[in-house]
């Protein structure tokens, strides 16, 4: 898809990071943009930078708070806005949404990974789910799944381990690659990609541990594990 301007496209993670940065590059071509996050406030901060871009008349940019390994959450974020953005049909879905974490099957709980799992893996499957018809009644539409160079290498060196997110990174690889020949034999008109970043300076470490324990602060082990990654 070479042009968005008048397209409508869906972002999970929308509040920070590389949801945020979607976000604002796609309005600033003229696409209409919907996301999702956990905070309310972070997606007001998403809003803020959008409208800097000085967005054309009538465009339009709507937040959503869901959690996208909850499936009721994404069917209330996709009622919401097909009325919020008067439509039926979407032309982008970016399963952008992830956290680190949940790394061992013995210094983690087994609720940190597979909250951790949920929303890496789930969250990218359901939201192809729940989008899916309508991306089938636009004329053209693409699905951008983040994955994570994770998803080729199941470790973040050999003193940590990385079993939840890899895992679900790996998932989220296989499923797009087969994802790629479901289309073209069912909706020829809809493509995919899967995304493999390396490591991006975002707010992801912190965001993750809110999620997980609901606060930022970072332990010492944690800490020192950054500072050898030289984050
Ligand atoms: N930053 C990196 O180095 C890196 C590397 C490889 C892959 N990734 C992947 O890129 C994606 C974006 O990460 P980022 O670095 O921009 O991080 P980020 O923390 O800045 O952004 C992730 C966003 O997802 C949201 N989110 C988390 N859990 C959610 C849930 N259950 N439901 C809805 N929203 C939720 C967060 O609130 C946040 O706004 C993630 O999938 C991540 O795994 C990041």
């Known amino acids: 898809m070479k042009e968005f301007s008048g397209k409508i496209a869906v972002i999970t993670g929308g509040g920070t990071g590389m949801g945020r940065e979607l976000a604002r590059q796609l309005v600033a071509q003229g696409c209409n943009v919907a996301m999702c996050s956990l905070s309310a406030d972070a997606m007001a901060e998403t809003m803020r930078l959008c409208e800097l871009e000085r967005p054309p008349q009538g465009l339009r940019v709507t937040t959503h708070v869901a959690d996208v390994s909850i499936e009721d959450q994404l069917k209330r974020f996709r009622d919401e ?24 099957l013995f210094t983690n ?82 493509k995919c990609s899967v995304v ?27 800490i020192a594990r950054l500072r050898k990654l030289g984050v």
């Open 196 to 222: 493999m970043p390396g490591m991006v300076g975002t707010s992801i470490v912190s965001n993750s541990r809110r999620v997980q324990t609901g606060s930022d602060r970072l332990s010492n082990d944690e």
């Open 109 to 190: 709980t087994r609720e940190q990974w597979e909250r951790t799992f949920n929303i890496c893996w789930s969250g990218v499957y359901l939201g192809v789910r729940t989008f899916l018809p309508m991306l089938m009644k636009a004329n053209e539409g693409h699905i951008v799944n983040t994955s994570s160079i994770n998803g080729f290498w199941a470790a973040i060196g050999t003193t940590a381990p990385h079993t939840g997110y890899s895992s679900a990174k790996f998932a989220v690889k296989g499923f797009t690659e087969a994802l790629i020949n479901d289309l073209r034999l069912n909706a020829p008109h809809i």
């Open 81 to 104: 806005l097909t009325e919020q953005q008067q439509t039926h049909k979407i032309h982008l879905l970016f399963n952008n949404a992830g956290i680190s974490g949940g790394g061992s």
